[in-house]
């Protein structure tokens, strides 16, 4: 089987997405990509990876900025999945990922099977109240995955060998944080005020 990479949100979540690819497969190669400096990614890389990059927070950016540098080096090595930590910022970066590659994302996907080309993953749908097993076609699929969908691998004696950082490419840049003036409350008609609550009977 082809490389599984996985993108983290922490050194952490990096050990539950390696333990999904091990279950995955036995013999895929995987690559770790990590939020955090070279310790981060050093911790993520011993989870079992043969190669860890480090995706440091931008000081003026996101996070998020990495998605163009990330498809251009899948679309390179052409890994079959790509396991992203399903947190706000991941689920950001694994869309932008997918859009760019024009590749199929499963949300909160579960038991992933990969055969060739062939990638099968349970989803939930009805707010939680289904299942869904749906199967796609393609050279690389997404997957977000839970912190807690696996129980974290076990750290290996030798971590993976570091990787130089895909650069964040014009990354959107944070300015600022304005406050925000609170909002004018305009009660002219206090009559017109009703409550459903009966404690609080009708003004």
């Given at each position: 089987?082809?490389?599984?990479?996985?993108?983290?949100?922490?050194?952490a979540?990096?050990?539950?997405?390696?333990?999904?690819?091990?279950?995955?497969?036995?013999?895929?190669?995987?690559?770790?990509?990590?939020?955090?400096?070279?310790?981060?990614?050093?911790?993520?890389?011993?989870?079992?990876?043969?190669?860890?990059?480090?995706?440091?927070q931008?000081?003026?950016?996101?996070?998020?900025?990495?998605?163009?540098s990330?498809?251009?080096?899948?679309?390179?090595?052409?890994?079959?999945?790509?396991?992203?930590?399903?947190?706000?910022?991941?689920?950001?970066?694994?869309?932008?990922?997918?859009?760019?590659?024009?590749?199929?994302?499963?949300?909160?996907?579960?038991?992933?099977?990969?055969?060739?080309?062939?990638?099968?993953?349970q989803?939930?749908?009805?707010?939680?109240?289904?299942?869904?097993?749906?199967?796609?076609?393609?050279?690389?699929?997404?997957?977000?995955m839970?912190?807690?969908?696996?129980?974290?691998?076990?750290?290996?004696?030798?971590?993976?060998?570091?990787?130089?950082?895909?650069?964040?490419?014009?990354?959107?840049?944070?300015?600022?944080?304005?406050?925000?003036?609170?909002?004018?409350?305009?009660?002219?008609?206090?009559?017109?005020?009703?409550s459903?609550?009966?404690?609080?009977?009708?003004?």
């Amino acid at each position: 089987m082809r490389d599984i990479w996985i993108v983290a949100e922490n050194p952490a979540w990096a050990a539950v997405l390696a333990a999904g690819a091990q279950s995955i497969s036995k013999d895929a190669k995987i690559v770790a990509f990590v939020n955090g400096d070279e310790a981060a990614a050093k911790e993520a890389g011993s989870y079992g990876a043969a190669e860890a990059f480090a995706m440091p927070q931008p000081a003026d950016g996101l996070w998020e900025g990495y998605a163009a540098s990330l498809a251009e080096k899948a679309k390179a090595d052409k890994p079959a999945l790509i396991l992203v930590s399903a947190s706000k910022r991941g689920r950001d970066l694994g869309a932008q990922v997918a859009a760019i590659l024009d590749a199929p994302l499963f949300t909160d996907g579960k038991n992933v099977k990969v055969e060739g080309d062939k990638t099968t993953a349970q989803t939930m749908i009805y707010g939680g109240t289904g299942i869904k097993t749906a199967s796609v076609t393609a050279p690389t699929v997404l997957v977000t995955m839970g912190a807690k969908d696996y129980d974290p691998a076990a750290a290996a004696p030798a971590p993976a060998p570091l990787a130089t950082p895909p650069p964040p490419a014009a990354p959107a840049k944070v300015t600022g944080h304005p406050p925000r003036a609170p909002a004018p409350l305009h009660l002219s008609h206090p009559a017109d005020v009703a409550s459903a609550d009966p404690a609080f009977p009708d003004a």
